[in-house]
């Protein structure tokens, strides 16, 4: 059954009846096995890894217990997973948190949480550009182009723009590319964990190596006020596998392969992770991780001593194919936001267009790219500090539209949560406890980075630049949705909603009893 002349494919019209708004995508393009490698790509596991692991083992009372923090920030972010596979269960709209915070919470929230995903993207551009830059010039030997600003704006441009093209030429040519980049990367930071591992076991172990120990591991050997530092930059790692989602109308089975993705993906982030934190960690101990040369790139740093020449270059192709492969699983995810914005009348109706051949989001993706490069030359123009602190920002719109898909399982469901102990569980405790956990971190993050201390750019107009750019950010969008309201009438009417009653019983495909207004 088709609602106001569109196709079912699974949840339900916001206005009652049976059925997700046929956006023109191209539907089962890809695969659920698709799903989890743009979800585990879009995070950048090389790249998160070598910029992040020395700066988490830096925090006052982190040391050796780095990988104590990665298993603590990998908690809210499970938990979170987990409302998105029972929301996109219910819902499989490629909007994702904007589609759903709107049911639960609102046309203003929604409206809101679509532009958080859209900032954070945008505010991560200009990193992963340049990392994809500097690592393409590292990869060849172009010590001057590297070293040049220039040279890294234009290659960054370039970057964007192929990755751009890649997203707009087609799904199944982003899918292919994503299995290809994410498989070198991964096999790469595996056979590095290993050899670091095996060669401090051995008869002849480095400098300074220290045998993992069980220690590492344990959280309640670190005090609470020095984890929460640490967990914010533990969840900057983590983000970007709700990517995997953002595809669902393109996937095989849109209601339930992508949610189970989005699980799976995070899982697998967690071993990936743990692994090559032990690896670089034992190999030569924490000092040398938090040497102030070493910290800002720990892979290429360990890349001689671990893998020697001219197999250390093979760390320079993890870590560049994993900022490229990011920045085109950045440019998929925003771009079907926005559409699904569109077919929504939250936002004009322009970003809506589909592509008759390709069938991707048109003028969607080729916008991000244009605002991505517009935001990253700029950025990349000024100090390294400012790029570095517009990356902390990212953390806010994350944390909040995170924290509020939790919340939003937990509301758009709350008739279902008491017919079960499974559903008050999996829909109410932990969704719930996810949110709230990230809406901690985020007023945490709030209180840190507003000390100018903690932040490595000035200050401006006394505002530090994570909350410049992060809260500030979020505020521009407030001004924004209050503006949209008078123009977009129809979007801003819609009423509240809780899920139709049996809703995560029905099969995936069929119609279901109209929305229950709040």
């Known amino acids: 059954m088709a609602v106001e002349g569109t196709a079912v494919t699974g949840g339900h019209h916001p206005n009652g009846g ?18 989890v490698v743009i979800g585990v790509a879009s995070t950048a596991p090389a790249y998160s890894l070598a910029a992040t692991l020395g700066f988490i083992a830096g925090v006052s009372g982190i040391g050796v217990h780095a990988p104590a923090v990665l298993l603590v920030s990998f908690v809210p972010i499970l938990l979170v997973a987990i409302a998105y596979k029972y929301l996109n269960r219910a819902d499989p709209d490629s909007g994702t948190s904007f589609a759903w915070t709107t049911r639960a919470f609102g046309p203003g929230l929604g409206w809101l949480n679509g532009w958080a995903i859209f900032l954070a993207d945008v505010l991560v551009m200009a990193s992963l550009s340049d990392i994809a830059a500097i690592y393409t010039f590292k990869l060849f030997g172009f010590t001057e182009l590297g070293e040049s600003k220039a040279a890294i704006v234009v290659a960054a441009v370039l970057w964007i723009a192929i990755m751009t093209w890649i997203c707009w030429r087609g799904i199944e040519l982003s899918a292919k590319i994503q299995r290809l980049l ?24 480095p400098h300074g190596a220290t045998k993992p ?31 995997g989602v953002a595809v669902n109308e393109e996937s095989e089975d849109p209601a339930n392969g992508p949610g189970k993705a989005a699980v799976i993906s995070t ?29 800002e790139d720990v892979l290429n740093a360990l890349g001689q001593g671990v893998l020697g020449e001219p197999w250390n270059k093979l760390l320079i192709i993890s870590v560049l194919t994993s900022a490229s492969a990011s920045t085109q699983t950045t440019i998929l995810p925003t771009a079907r936001t926005t559409l699904s914005m569109a077919h929504w009348k939250a936002v004009h109706r322009v970003l809506g267009k589909v592509h008759k051949t390709y069938l991707t989001p048109d003028v969607s993706t080729i916008g991000m790219g244009l605002i991505s490069i517009a ?13 570095a602190d517009s990356i902390t920002a990212l953390g806010f719109p994350v944390c909040f539209y995170y924290g509020f898909t939790g919340l939003a399982c937990v509301w758009y469901f709350r008739h279902e949560l008491f017919k079960s102990v499974r559903n008050f569980v999996m829909l109410g405790v932990l969704p719930g406890l996810g949110g709230l956990m990230l ?77 229950v207004d709040f």
């Open 18 to 35: 049976g059925g997700v708004m046929d956006k023109g995508l191209k539907k089962g393009a890809i695969s659920s096995l698709s799903n």
């Open 375 to 387: 935001i990253t030359v700029p950025l990349l123009l000024v100090s390294e500090s400012v790029l």
């Open 267 to 295: 899982v697998l982030l967690l071993a990936i992770y743990l692994l090559v934190a032990t690896g670089a960690q034992a190999f030569h101990g924490v000092a040398f991780l938090t040497n102030e040369e070493n910290a």
């Open 439 to 515: 809406f901690g971190v985020l007023i945490k993050a709030a209180i840190f980075y507003g000390e100018s201390k903690n932040v490595e750019s000035s200050p401006l107009g006394g505002i530090t630049l994570p909350l410049l750019f992060g809260i500030g950010g979020m505020l521009v969008g407030v001004i924004l949705m209050i503006a949209s309201r008078r123009s977009f009438k129809e979007f801003f009417s819609r009423k509240t909603e809780t899920a139709p009653p049996g809703i995560l019983d029905a099969p995936p495909m069929q119609t279901v009893p109209p929305a």
């Open 213 to 243: 120990a069980a220690e590492w591991f344990n959280p309640f050997s670190v005090s609470f006020g020095d984890l929460l530092p640490a967990v914010l930059l533990g969840i900057f790692i983590y983000w970007g596998w709700d990517s």
């Open 182 to 205: 994410l498989s070198a990367e991964v096999v790469i930071l595996t056979i590095f964990a290993i050899v670091a591992i095996v060669k401090v076991y051995g008869g002849s172990p």
